[in-house]
């Protein structure tokens, strides 16, 4: 009962803390652009996210992560991660004016250097967080990957809000055409901050796995190496290549795309692997029988047993039968794989038996059918 308290108390403080950042982007952008410029930068940023939304949501279907828990996320991005990255340039932009004006190159410095580590230390503790409020659904990888790219999601779509709406007004005076800003950010790079943050959330993921304490800090330090280096190779590319960014854009950043989705779908098949193997070891202990676990661990399997449950009127039961034995297959590889103190497992083995006890009840549900 404790822990429950405290967990809803920090979920609490820190929708709170998300709400103040939140406030102070809007109040922000209101200052600096008219409503109707910042409207139209809204819509097209849409585009953009409905496509990253759509990715995550294919990833995310195995064992889908609870809905309050990745609206924390996207709005941690949105608000406190776009704030914090706001707030830390206003306060250097400061500072250079106290000391004479900004030096010879550092807009390239900024854009380069200052703006991936920020915005990636920004977006990480977002999942950091996100971690230790909602441990018991953050499971390994891929998890860390949802809850990183939902994040990111967040803080990109605020980002091009700020980017489109800029860019509408300096087309009016003759500036750089919209269109084509539109087509490097919505279509060409839409999951940009989803790949750079998903390197911390992979991290964050494997240590979900292995422990729970001051080694997390470890994983998310080296979680961020790739990320700020990824963000400052596409960040640089924009500076340096000019002309050549479409030769870039083939031989660098498609294939380092092509490579985090074949990293997905290596992901999907292991969590569909380890849903095989823990729950034929708790057939073994009589609590499936082998038909439930051959229709538990197969996508097909699974589709035909959730149109099953609509047409007899037990479609939310079986989507949760599905979803609590699923996370038992996940709690019991924590339990086989983590190192962790003993408090840890126990809580892990509480987590196990309400599982246990849930599938329980949902099979019986569904027998009344």
Known sequence: MRRLTGNFAALAAGFVVIASFAVAVVVYFLAVLPARVLGEGLTLAVVPLVIVLIGIRLVDRWEPEPPVALVFAFFWGAGVSVGAALAFDFALQSIQSALGGPALGSDVVGAVIQAPIVEEIAKGLGVLLVLWLFRKHFDGPVDGIVYAATVAAGFAF???????????????????????VFLIRALMAPFGHIIYTACTGFALGLAARRSFGPRTLLFFAVGLVPAILMHALWNGALVVVGDRFVSYYVLVQVPIFLACVALVIVLRYLERRVTRLRLGEYAAGGWFDDDEVRMLS?????????KWAARNGRAQVMRRFISDATRLASTRQRLLSTKRSERALRAARHDEQELLAAVAAGREALRGS
């Open 158 to 180: 605020v980002e091009n809000v700020q980017y489109f709406s800029v860019q509408v007004v300096d087309q009016a005076f003759g500036g750089t055409d919209l269109g084509g």
């Open 298 to 306: 197969r996508g097909s399997s699974r589709r035909r047993a959730q």
